[in-house]
């Protein structure tokens, strides 16, 4: 209670104090436009003796100023709130840059030996206290599909941002090869991941651009862009297009295509898989305007090109659906922050805990 009484004092005061300053200023104005506007009618009527005509003519033309005004300081608000924001995300960016440019200097492995281990790693957000993962202890051995179950909030994101680096562990350490990932160079390890995500961006290129995002080094090599096309399933999406892959998307340019929110997925999964040889794949529910079955097919595909030949790289996939997450080689299970159960799916259903349950009830609900 005391920490929160101080951050009040110290950061929501001043703001709430300013915002009821400003919804005062804005009070006064509208009331010195209003007794303005009065006078003015009052003296049209008496002073100048004016025809009921002018009267209304005097009212509309007032009324019309007064949408004018308020229409002014509204788009005044939005651009201050617009640049208050701006100013802010900037300030996250460096503040972000700032603590990335550490003394990590350690070069990402070309391959995984050992793979990656979660060592009581406990993590809140920046500005809060409350942790969404707690004591996490994990090992993802080398060419294996680990799938992440949990209910929403139970942290199953967060643990892929923390495998992308794009935040610090609070406490713990999260091992690459024996190597804490907080001492491997940001930059290098983050060329050595590749991933499709649910809340993904439309970019209204080319289409060969929009997946050629993935790996902007091979942004113009064609046999890539098709490949990651074919991996991701996405060909019926680019042979429905007027110009195939030189199509432009986006109904903002002219004679643009716009896709339905399931094409614009597949492109983005296919923009995921441009990195052909990653150390890790993550897979945060990219398939989630799919239905079932073709989301199976995918998954099951890429669980094969997983365990193929000398593949070291490990896939983690978050999924809602127990039919695809039956697939993978280790199954975690988050719960209030803690890791409540992890296993293959035979263990787990052997145990009959809480993965068997809500396996079950999805199973029920598709019967």
């Not at 680096?165 to 050595?192: E, F, N």
């Not at 079955?293 to 809602?320: C, M, N, P, Q």
Request: glycine share 10%.
């Amino acid at each position: 209670t005391g920490k929160r009484r101080e951050s009040w004092e110290r950061w929501y005061r001043p703001i709430a104090a300013a915002r009821w300053g400003t919804a005062w200023w804005e009070i006064a104005g509208w009331l010195i436009f209003g007794l303005g506007w009065t006078a003015a009618v009052a003296f049209t009527a008496y002073g100048l003796k004016a025809t009921p005509g002018q009267i209304v003519l005097v009212l509309a033309a007032g009324s019309r100023l007064s949408a004018y005004v308020g229409a002014t300081v509204g788009e005044l608000g939005f651009l201050r709130g617009f640049w208050l924001e701006g100013s802010r995300r900037m300030a996250w960016l460096e503040d972000y840059a700032a603590a990335m440019e550490s003394a990590a200097d350690t070069p990402a492995p070309d391959r995984l030996t050992k793979g990656i281990q979660f060592k009581g790693v406990s993590f809140a957000y920046p500005g809060t206290e409350r942790l969404v993962l707690e004591d996490v202890n994990l090992d993802f051995k080398p060419g294996s599909v680990v799938a992440v179950v949990g209910e929403n909030g139970a942290g199953k994101s967060t643990l892929v941002k923390l495998l992308c680096r794009m935040y610090q562990p609070v406490k713990g350490r999260i091992l690459v090869d024996g190597v804490d990932l907080a001492h491997i160079d940001a930059a290098q390890w983050r060329t050595r991941l590749a991933g499709a995500f649910q809340d993904f961006f439309r970019f209204e290129f080319w289409a060969r651009h929009t997946v050629g995002l993935g790996d902007v080094p091979r942004l113009e090599d064609v046999p890539a862009i098709v490949s990651a096309v074919d991996r991701a399933g996405a060909q019926d999406v680019v042979d429905r297009l007027p110009a195939g892959l030189d199509t432009q998307l986006g109904p903002a340019w002219p004679g643009g295509s716009e896709l339905s929110f399931g094409q614009w997925q597949k492109l983005a999964l296919a923009r995921g898989f441009m990195r052909d040889k990653p150390l890790l794949l993550m897979l945060d529910e990219p398939t989630a305007a799919l239905d079932a079955e073709t989301e199976h097919a995918l998954f099951e595909r890429y669980a094969a090109a997983a365990k193929s030949g000398d593949s070291s790289r490990i896939t983690v996939l978050v999924s809602h659906r127990f039919s695809t997450v039956r697939m993978a080689d280790q199954i975690v299970v988050l719960d209030g922050a803690h890791v409540a159960e992890c296993g293959s799916h035979e263990a787990l259903m052997a145990k009959g805990g809480q993965y068997a349950e809500l396996y079950n009830i999805q199973a029920a609900a598709y019967a």
